[in-house]
């Protein structure tokens, strides 16, 4: 799983339709949930999804065996450190710790730079090479998936080999999978806007920006701290030194606390709630088959794979 660094105009997507914490399934949301509500499938929280994409790596790294090639897993993050950083960070002791991840992305861009199944595949000659990409996505025989997306245009997926195999023995249906996972996921697009405009929302980011302002960080929303420690602005020293790491900390921390005070996480989670279930008419089923498959991978996964510690 990718670590997400969301901006404003995406907000908290990942937190309904997906990767929430366990903690956030608490309710919060200011208006009433519908009825049929509690029989839909959970979304699967960051640690579960996770959990299945190290299946899917080590599901494909046998496979590949059995075809007569090698292949690595990357494993190189803890648990911990994998935490994606969304919109609304409010974990105080991971930001006092890890700040917005700078120094995680950067570790985990050196390792894919170094990554040894790119550079074992270049070893091969060019007719192990094409057996190895036939055996790991189906090579120039891969079938093609299509999705199309809620806001319009498509998605495609070239699909095959011990890849198809993994998410077959994962989800089911791969083309099943593809076509909810990008309807779910990118639902963002037909409410975004009016979530940005949502006076809930609004009055919580100001709430927030007003703890921010007390604690010597004027920033006014979250997106807006953390680009401003991304981008350098105003931290002291070069870029990764220890000056600026702990600059990007203190902001970190500040942020989460002010979103706790503020209750940001809560009210973006119900408000975002509130928007999506607006669209259950015409994408309820895609919703509920994307969390139904993904709990059932994450339910084969938990045979394959430990969680990472």
Same mark, same amino acid.
């Given at each position: 799983m990718r670590r997400v660094l969301l901006t404003v105009g995406a907000l908290v997507?990942?937190?309904?339709? /997906? #990767?929430?914490?366990?903690?956030?399934?608490?309710?919060? %949301?200011?208006?009433?949930?519908?009825?049929?509500?509690?029989? %839909?499938?959970e979304a699967l929280t960051w640690q579960q999804?996770?959990? @299945?994409?190290?299946? =899917? =790596?080590?599901?494909?790294? =046998? #496979?590949?065996?059995?075809?007569?090639?090698t292949y690595w897993e990357d494993l190189g993050l803890t648990l911990r450190e994998s935490r994606p950083v969304r919109y609304v960070q409010d974990d105080v002791a991971?930001?006092?710790?890890?700040?917005?991840?700078?120094?995680?992305?950067?570790?985990?861009?050196? @390792?894919?730079?170094?990554?040894?199944?790119?550079t074992y595949r270049q070893g091969l000659s060019p007719a192990r090479r094409a057996a190895f990409d036939a055996a790991l996505d $189906? /090579?120039?025989?891969?079938?093609?998936?299509?999705?199309?997306l809620p806001g319009g245009g498509t998605m495609r997926k070239r699909i095959g080999g011990c890849s198809e195999e993994a998410e077959r023995t994962l989800y089911g249906d791969p083309a099943a999978w593809f076509r909810a996972s990008k309807t779910a996921t990118n639902l963002t697009s037909l409410y975004g806007e009016r979530l940005m405009k949502d006076p809930r929302l609004k009055a919580a980011i100001r709430a927030w920006a007003r703890c921010m302002?007390?604690?010597? =960080?004027?920033?006014?929303?979250?997106?807006?701290?953390?680009?401003? @420690?991304?981008? $350098?602005? /105003?931290?002291? $020293? /070069?870029?990764?030194?220890?000056?600026?790491?702990?600059?990007? %900390?203190?902001?970190? @921390?500040?942020?989460?606390? #002010?979103?706790?005070?503020?209750?940001?996480?809560?009210?973006?989670?119900?408000?975002?709630?509130?928007?999506?279930? %607006?669209?259950?008419?015409r994408f309820g089923e895609d919703l509920d088959t994307y969390r139904r498959l993904g709990q059932r991978a994450y339910d084969r996964a938990v045979h394959i794979v430990p969680e990472r510690s």
């Open positions: 997507a990942v937190l309904v339709t /997906g #990767c929430a914490d366990r903690a956030d399934r608490a309710d919060h %949301r200011a208006d009433p949930a519908p009825r049929d509500a509690a029989a %839909r499938p999804e996770l959990r @299945v994409a190290d299946a =899917q =790596q080590r599901l494909t790294r =046998q #496979c590949m065996r059995r075809h007569g090639f991971w930001a006092r710790t890890y700040g917005y991840g700078s120094r995680i992305e950067a570790e985990s861009a050196r @390792v894919r730079e170094r990554n040894p199944n790119g $189906g /090579g120039d025989s891969a079938r093609l998936l299509t999705a199309a302002r007390a604690a010597q =960080q004027p920033y006014a929303d979250p997106a807006a701290a953390r680009d401003a @420690v991304r981008t $350098g602005t /105003g931290l002291p $020293g /070069g870029a990764g030194s220890d000056e600026a790491f702990a600059a990007e %900390r203190e902001t970190a @921390v500040a942020d989460a606390v #002010c979103a706790r005070r503020s209750s940001l996480r809560a009210v973006a989670t119900a408000r975002e709630t509130y928007y999506q279930d %607006r669209l259950r008419d």
